[in-house]
């Protein structure tokens, strides 16, 4: 039981520079959702999804696109890399009807 | 708009001493309320949930929480720590709206020494 991948695990970026971070679950979940992970800062909500097709902004967006062409994959997509997206981004699901959200491991992100 | 305050960025316990880490939240109704565990290296594992009924809440690992409404506040505790504990915790609350959305808090990272 996989649960929530995400590849890679570990990437370093130039300035400028676009990559995909991809994110699979094999659950079966509607909701999906992006969090950026900076020290002190806790999570903060990038994107998510409700379900294949339907996806909206969370609190940070800016720099960052998503899509949801199927139930169990939902790529953050930078299209010109920043310093400032140098930080642990985390793929989460959830189930309708449930309310845990069950993490993927990170991907650990520099931008230089 | 839902928020959550970690107060304390480090906790350092002995092993074996009992531990809370306090959180408070802001919300305009009764909110679901979470306690995540993120070990080094690692993603957030569910501790405990509350959204309804009796307000002391049992999680795994040995854990447990107590919501307060008249604090507006979600503390965790543990009677006995174990070097294994050693870990960030993160508080959330979440969205009661429909899409449960957690806003989480800016973590505590628990330091435990022998």
């Known amino acids: 039981n996989a649960g929530v991948t995400q590849t890679p695990k570990f990437r370093i970026l130039k300035i400028g520079q676009s990559m995909t971070l991809q994110c699979t679950q094999d659950?079966?979940?509607?909701?999906m959702y992006w969090y950026r992970q900076d020290p002190g800062m806790g999570l903060k909500l990038i994107y998510y999804?409700?379900?294949?097709?339907?996806?909206d902004k969370g609190e940070v967006p800016n720099g960052y696109n998503v899509s949801r062409s199927t139930t169990e994959d939902f790529p953050l997509r930078l299209e010109l890399a920043a310093p400032s997206q140098t930080s642990v981004y985390f793929c989460?699901?959830?189930?309708?009807?449930?309310?845990?959200?069950?993490f993927g491991q990170g991907t650990r992100l520099t931008v230089v | 708009a839902q928020s959550v305050t970690q107060p304390d960025i480090h906790i350092t316990v002995s092993e074996g001493a009992s531990l809370e880490l306090r959180c408070n939240y802001s919300?305009?109704?009764?909110?679901?309320l979470f306690w995540y565990v993120q070990s080094p290296g690692q993603g957030l594992q569910l501790l405990l949930k509350?959204?309804?009924?009796?307000?002391l809440v049992q999680g795994i690992k040995g854990f447990e929480a107590e919501f307060k409404r008249s604090q507006s506040s979600f503390n965790l505790r543990k009677p006995s720590v174990h070097w294994s504990d050693a870990a960030e915790y993160f508080c959330?609350?979440?969205?009661?709206?429909?899409?449960?959305?957690?806003?989480f808090g800016r973590g505590t990272s628990l330091i435990v020494h022998p």
């Open positions: 919300y305009g109704a009764t909110p679901y």
């Open positions: 999804s409700v379900g294949a097709g339907i996806t």
């Open positions: 989460a699901s959830r189930d309708r009807g449930s309310t845990e959200a069950f």
């Open positions: 659950m079966n979940h509607n909701y």
């Open positions: 959330a609350v979440g969205d009661t709206g429909g899409s449960y959305i957690p806003t």
């Open positions: 509350y959204f309804s009924g009796d307000t």
